[in-house]
T-cell receptor, first 112, second 112 residues
Framework: GQQLNQSPQSMFIQEGEDVSMNCTSSSIFNTWLWYKQEPGEGPVLLIALYKAGELTSNGRLTAQFGITRKDSFLNISASIPSDVGIYFCAGRASGSARQLTFGSGTQLTVLP | DTAVSQTPKYLVTQMGNDKSIKCEQNLGHDTMYWYKQDSKKFLKIMFSYNNKELIINETVPNRFSPKSPDKAHLNLHINSLELGDSAVYFC???????????FGPGTRLLVL
């Protein structure tokens, strides 16, 4: 089956810094999604990407669908304490119908 | 209004018991899912139903049985609970294309 490698596994940054994380897959994906999970909650959709090369922003968050269709990036600019959480990438491979494959998550800690 | 809701939020039970988790979505979606999130936060799909029909059934012990009385509800029944079943179980829903999935708040199951 498809595998997603998400990195880094964890990040400790100072408030105000920019953050980058990425996911790579072993196969071509048609859709990339980025979710954020806060403690005690379910994952919340941040950004959805549907086309290779697509660059989409949501406030201070920007995500890109890689040209090769095997990777995606999420950037957070000017981080704030409420950015703390686990960020997951998820992708849907061609022919996998509704099935999403999730990355292992990036635990983000923002230090004041 | 909560889009995807689950009950209970916490479930503590003894090994060998049978328990059920309920999920409801008011998004008008046709497709619903159950995911298991382990202690390392890895999210793995268990089942998917489209309009009350099972469409994804990953390698899950047959002690786990999903039931969808209508397209807005997907319940998960677990027989003979084992210690390894302890995890957070998330329900999600999506449109039939499955492009984006919306998650419930999770049910934290602890088997003693």
């Amino acid at each position: 089956g498809q595998q997603l490698n998400q990195s880094p596994q964890s990040m400790f940054i100072q408030e105000g810094e920019d953050v980058s994380m990425n996911c790579t897959s072993s196969s071509i994906f048609n859709t990339w999604l980025w979710y954020k999970q806060e403690p005690g909650e379910g994952p919340v959709l941040l950004i959805a990407l549907y086309k290779a090369g697509e660059l989409t922003s949501n406030g201070r968050l920007t995500a890109q669908f890689g040209i090769t269709r095997k990777d995606s990036f999420l950037n957070i600019s000017a981080s704030i304490p409420s950015d703390v959480g686990i960020y997951f990438c998820a992708g849907r491979a061609s022919g996998s119908a509704r099935q999403l494959t999730f990355g292992s998550g990036t635990q983000l800690t923002v230090l004041p | 209004d909560t889009a995807v809701s689950q009950t209970p939020k916490y479930l503590v039970t003894q090994m060998g018991n049978d328990k059920s988790i309920k999920c409801e979505q008011n998004l008008g979606h046709d497709t619903m899912y159950w995911y298991k999130q382990d202690s390392k936060k890895f999210l793995k799909i268990m089942f998917s139903y489209n309009n009350k029909e099972l469409i994804i059934n990953e390698t899950v012990p047959n002690r786990f049985s999903p039931k969808s009385p209508d397209k807005a509800h997907l319940n998960l029944h677990i027989n003979s609970l084992e210690l390894g079943d302890s995890a957070v179980y998330f329900c999600a829903s999506s449109t039939p294309a499955g492009e984006t999935q919306y998650f419930g708040p999770g049910t934290r199951l602890l088997v003693l």
